[in-house]
């Protein structure tokens, strides 16, 4: 069950960024750093996805963490949903769709990550490296991924990646998207 769960999450969480995409207003900022790497490299955005995660994973290894099932399933599944949805989801070009889209975009990944977080199948890389610096450095995990995320969005951002307004409002609302579904996920398995 908690594999269907896992693989469940780990698709809505390809669909919102995809959402976010389509939105045409801004990504999130580790799909700003893939689209960057999508435009200057000539590969889809699934594939960069893939090989952005893979190149984390490999930045795990100094870190002694260690990936589960859950970490590999998330760079396969994030990015085959996020490049299907992409290739099918109408991209936007008003600023009201545009909102819609980033808003359920923002609201999937924030269901999405409750539901493979609570799975406790392995981190996804990103998270893994977060942890994993926090744990050498002692730095607090909060600027540890306010860093790594300034990073990859200024990256992104070099290499042609779309920051706009949906990065904001993912920036501003992803953790309140999390905190909500976690709080409901809670009633629900209380029950």
């Not at 269907?4 to 999130?28: D, K, M, P, R």
């Not at 949805?85 to 936007?92: A, N, T, W």
């Not at 790594?148 to 998207?177: M, N, P």
């Amino acid at each position: 069950m908690r594999v269907v769960i896992l693989i469940s999450g780990l698709a809505l969480f390809g669909l919102g960024e995809a959402l976010l995409v389509q939105s045409h207003i801004g990504n999130s900022p580790w799909v700003v750093f893939a689209q960057g790497v999508s435009l200057k490299t000539g590969i889809s955005l699934g594939w960069a996805t893939f090989a952005i995660s893979v190149a984390v994973l490999l930045l795990w290894i100094p870190l002694r963490e260690r990936p589960g099932f859950g970490t590999l399933l998330n760079i396969i599944v994030i990015a085959w949903v996020l490049q299907v949805s992409v290739d099918r989801i109408p991209l936007q070009h008003g600023f009201f769709p545009g909102l819609v889209f980033a808003l359920l975009g923002v609201g999937c990944v924030g269901i999405a990550s409750t539901l493979y977080i609570t799975c406790g199948l392995g981190p996804g890389p990103r998270d893994g490296l977060m942890t994993g610096i926090h744990v050498k450095t002692g730095v607090r995990v909060g600027r540890v991924r306010l860093v790594i995320e300034i990073l990859v969005l200024v990256s992104g951002g070099l290499l042609g990646g779309r920051i706009g307004l949906g990065t904001a409002l993912f920036a501003g609302l992803i953790g309140q998207a999390i905190a909500i579904s976690c709080g409901i996920l809670a009633r629900l398995t209380r029950q």
